[in-house]
């Protein structure tokens, strides 16, 4: 093979889609304000930097922000939360923007997760998840209650599981937080209202922190498939619960249509929290100062793009189209073409960025790897990667039930990429198979 | 070839390393896979805890967070941000407006940015203006340059955790210029979210132990209250050692001998936090200070941090930045091959300014390898920092040279800011030495001045009654009177019975000088009202 294909990150730039024309002509002209004369430049775009200039300490994208983030975007971000959610209200005083929703994550266990107590402090997880929260859990000293999702069921969500998993946790560890990624990393899968409803029963009945991380809420475009937001459904449910429930909502400019990750803009909305341990919340953000004013700008952009009538309005439709027809493709195609591969299933995937596949391992396959000291599936990778130049996430490292193995592929990927994608998987894995028959 | 062994289940992961960007980023994540694996709840023989309450609130809350206070940011910030808020609703006050010379951003003060840094970065992050003629060829070079080393040619992609492979030789190279062909290696070299995440990694890592063998960490006193807004986090010791005001804030190695004898009976201290050029003092360590301050690191097997993001900000005649690591090996094998260092340097000082791109990075010596590759476990976790901080710090320790086209102005743009800096400096000095109650140490470099406060005995009571430690009590009528914000010195730590308060020599010269003003009109009020 002549290059390496990497489908391992949820990179879309790195894997060769492209940023958004309007985006990174507003960046520019904030970063360099000259451009602002410049009539090059389509004039919502000039009309927006200046703006965002102006909401800028001495008119600079280089001065330090407010700990929560320019008041303005603040503002722009609560009311893209209110529209999101039909009407219910967001106050922007419960928005904390961070680099990335990364760090938003790590703060919010920070004010949940004690390291002194005399049982490690528990946050139930799915099982598989997102692998970078468990690094963060571990990290902080915390004990991670795996509540295992249905991989026949399209790997959804059951309560009855997440009641096993609290049960099992009794004298282990003091569960606090109920961690939820909703579009699923790296399952694919988009909760319906009815498990969300049943979620958040749930946590209000066990008094556990909701954490609600929707970064990947712009991707849902499974058919039948719609994201709704943990905070709308808990408005919906009515008091006591919508005025008890605490929950964290994460959101972020790395994934959608704007891939944005390495300008690292995230936000977290606090819902329900007390009044003193928000005060708390807002000393912990601000030992960070304050986000990268370029990941703020994105959150600013993905907010508030460009409306039907406004000069950069087509350019931004044609090029979000062609984004989303790729990855609506890729959705529909990825699973059935890898379904048609022996010795690989994959459930369907309803909206996100990534696919996880079941691999069926010949038991010579998996006594090898046990030989070479790896995890099956993660040898497996590595073997891809070396003979076929195609990296892809192995399952072990995101959670898997006990002997099941699986990848995790992007399909945030050009169709041309993720053709000679699977191309390479299907003849590395036939000969795999044949390897070890 | 790349190799990571890793310890949990000992294999070696061989890899051809090409020009590919990514392909390191398959490293890191492939190795990260295996410690990455569920952690398994370990069963403990312990009664199960009668904790009732699961939901976060005051006793729930991980008590190490209420320790945590960060004063640059603190109730006298909020309050300067309300009164803003008011001021914008039209209520009247004594001014109209809020002076904000509690943090150290110089553009929020007006500091222009640097040309040639956001013209590269603009480019970067719109690379249509490439073909845009009013932009230089060698700006257009450096982004060509940067972008090449970008996932998709892209700054929307993530970088290795570490930062952009040739951002970091270019750093290194930097370093070497910098203190005269002392060599320094890339793979050293952890670019981060500005200095301040790099810091409170590296405490991270060095904070071990419980007890009496908890890591104590030693900083000044006065500090960047970072430091000890850390140490309250990751529950470490905070021990101080107390920088002399009567002789300019210099430090004193017997004083670091007192303090680490101290310190010994209750943990065990395990690093040695300097900020040069000092924050809040502006002190700059004379070559025979640091040489003092690493023998003693030497001798008591502590790890030596290096907080030098004011290297450039040197104004006072006669003083002369000199870098830890410099003088380390001008030092000799004897030191040089055995004391373990971390330099610290960002964007958002010197003559720069770039506060809000947080750009930053930090070199690390004779770091143990197992902990080197612990380190780069940990700053994984949190991805990677900004990209447009990352490119801007590459054009920082990369300017344009005496051949390019953009030489000339911005070596006029930086002089003319280090200059403004240096008058500023001067004045602020000179100005409050004339108010009789206010005793203000020369401003030898970084961008702030600590002045010594006489406050009358009334006063020090009112503020007791009110709860607040006097100079807040001070600062907080300051704001209320004259919409000045300064920090009180109590958020950075002073000795006993003393007062200050920490004010920026940000403001443009004009501003500066009517706040100079008000402030000495303002104090002779208060020791009059008090007395």
């Known amino acids: 093979y002549m290059d390496v294909i990497d489908v391992y990150w949820g990179d879309p730039h790195s894997g060769g889609v492209k940023p ?45 922000t407010p700990s929560g983030g320019i008041s303005y975007i603040r503002g722009s971000v609560s009311n893209f939360i209110s529209r999101r959610d039909g009407g219910v209200p967001s106050s922007p005083e419960n928005i904390f923007m961070t680099s990335g929703s990364q760090r938003s994550l790590m703060l919010v266990l920070k004010l949940l997760v004690h390291n002194q107590a005399s049982l490690p402090t528990g946050v139930l997880t799915a099982v598989p998840t997102y ?39 009794k004298g282990v560890c003091n569960p606090v937080a109920l961690y939820v990624i909703n579009p699923g990393n790296p399952t694919g899968h988009v909760q319906s209202r009815k498990c969300i409803e049943e979620v958040i029963r749930f946590a209000a009945e066990e008094r556990l922190f909701l954490m609600a991380d929707e970064v990947y809420q712009e991707s849902v475009f499974g058919e039948g498939c719609e994201f709704v937001s943990y905070k709308k459904v808990l408005s919906e449910m009515g008091p006591p619960l919508s005025h008890t429930v605490k929950l964290a909502s994460f959101h972020s400019a790395s994934k959608g249509l704007m891939g944005e990750c390495g300008l690292r803009g995230g936000y977290v909305e606090l819902v329900n929290l007390d009044p003193t341990v928000m005060r708390y919340a807002y000393t912990i953000f601000s030992t960070d100062i304050c986000a990268p004013v370029t990941g703020q700008l994105a959150l600013e952009l993905m907010a508030n793009p460009p409306r039907p009538g406004d000069p950069s309005y087509p350019v931004y439709a044609q090029e979000t189209q ?55 599936d993660l040898w497996y990778c590595k073997r891809l990667l070396e003979e076929a130049g195609v990296c892809v996430g192995p399952g072990c490292q995101y959670g898997q039930k006990e002997g099941t193995h699986h990848i995790r592929l992007c399909v945030m990927t050009p169709v041309e990429t993720m053709e000679q994608v699977l191309k390479r998987l299907k003849d590395f894995h036939l000969h795999f198979l044949k390897e070890f028959s | 070839m790349g190799i990571f062994i890793n310890n949990g289940e000992k294999f070696i992961f061989c890899f051809l390393i090409d020009s590919q960007t990514n392909l390191m980023r398959h490293l890191y ?21 009668g904790l009732g309450h699961r939901v976060l609130n005051m006793d729930t809350m991980n008590p190490n967070v209420k320790r945590v206070e960060y004063a640059v940011r603190g109730p006298i910030v909020q309050r300067a941000m309300q009164i803003e808020k008011e001021l914008k609703e039209g209520v009247k006050k004594p001014f109209t407006e809020v002076i904000k010379a509690n943090i150290g951003d110089a553009h929020a003060m007006g500091q222009k940015p640097i040309t040639f840094l956001r013209q590269v970065v603009a480019l ?10 009013k932009f230089p060829e060698d700006a257009k070079n450096r982004a060509r340059r940067i972008l090449q080393a970008c996932g998709g040619g892209s700054i929307g992609a993530y970088s290795a955790s570490p930062g952009i492979e040739i951002i970091r030789q270019d750093v290194a190279k930097y370093i070497e210029k910098r203190d005269g062909g002392i060599p320094s290696n890339p793979d050293n070299i952890y670019l981060s979210t500005g200095a301040s995440d790099a810091i409170v990694t590296m405490l991270k890592l060095l904070t071990s132990g419980e007890g009496k063998n908890r890591t104590g960490v030693m900083i000044s006193i006065p500090q960047y209250p970072l430091y000890s807004a850390a140490l ?42 300097i900020i040069n050029p000092g924050n809040p003092t502006g002190q700059v360590q004379s070559r025979q200070c640091i040489e003092d301050v690493i023998r003693f690191a030497a001798e008591e097997h502590l790890f030596l941090m290096a907080d030098e993001v004011y290297q450039d900000n040197v104004y006072a005649e006669g003083c002369q930045f000199h870098s830890f690591k410099k003088v380390l090996f001008e030092m000799g094998p004897e030191y040089s091959s055995v004391v373990e260092l971390a330099s610290f340097h960002s964007t958002s000082k010197c003559f720069m300014g770039e506060c809000g791109f947080r750009g930053g990075y930090m070199e690390v010596v004779n770091m143990d390898p197992e902990v080197k590759l612990q380190l780069t476990k940990l700053v994984s976790v949190r991805l990677c920092p900004p990209i447009p901080g990352q490119a801007l710090l590459d054009l920082v320790v990369n300017p344009p040279q005496p051949d390019e086209p953009s030489y000339a102005t911005f070596i006029k743009e930086r002089t003319a800011n280090l200059d403004i800096l240096a008058e500023k400096a001067k004045m602020t000095e000179q100005v409050l030495n004339t108010v009789p109650g206010i005793h203000c140490n020369p401003v030898q470099g970084a961008m702030y001045t600590f002045p010594r406060l006489s406050l009358p005995e009334k006063a020090i009571n009112a503020a007791k009654e009110k709860g607040q430690a006097p100079d807040m009590f001070y600062c907080m009528k300051l704001l209320e009177e004259t919409g000045i914000c300064l920090v009180p010195g109590s958020g950075f730590g002073q000795r006993d019975g003393t007062y200050h308060f920490r004010m920026t ?27």
């Open chain 1, 20 to 64: 958004l024309t309007f985006v990174r002509q507003v960046l520019a002209a904030c970063i360099y304000p000259k451009l602002l004369q410049s009539d090059k430049l389509p004039v919502d775009v000039r009309q927006r930097a200046q703006s965002l200039l102006t909401a800028c300490d001495g008119g600079s994208v280089g001065s330090y």
């Open chain 2, 505 to 531: 020599i940000l403001p443009a010269t004009e501003k500066l000088k009517v706040v100079l003003k008000k402030i000495r009109e303002f104090h002779k009020r208060f020791t009059e009202e008090f007395s």
């Open chain 2, 124 to 133: 970067c992050a719109y690379p249509d203006l490439l073909e845009d003629d």
């Open chain 2, 232 to 273: 309250a986090e990751l529950a470490a010791v905070q021990v101080s050692y107390y920088l002399d005001e009567d002789k300019c804030w210099s430090l004193d190695v017997g004083e670091l001998r007192r303090a680490v004898k101290v310190a010994r009976e209750h943990c065990n201290p395990r690093a040695l936090c």
């Open chain 1, 131 to 169: 692998n970078y929260l468990k690094m963060m859990l571990q990290r902080l000293g915390a004990a991670i209650v795996p509540y295992y999702l249905d991989e026949e069921q399209g790997w959804a969500m059951e309560v009855e599981e997440l009641r096993r998993a609290l049960q099992a946790s």
């Open chain 2, 29 to 49: 994540n492939i190795s990260w896979a295996i410690s990455g694996t569920e952690c398994e709840l370990q069963k403990r023989n312990m009664t199960e805890n």
């Open chain 1, 322 to 376: 062609s984004i989303q027809a790729m990855l609506v493709h890729n959705m529909n195609w990825v699973p059935e073409v890898l379904n048609n591969i022996p010795g690989i299933s994959c459930q369907p995937m309803m909206g996100g960025a990534f696919v996880f596949p079941r691999l069926y391992l010949p038991q010579a396959a998996t006594e090898k790897a046990k030989v070479v000291g790896m995890q099956p």
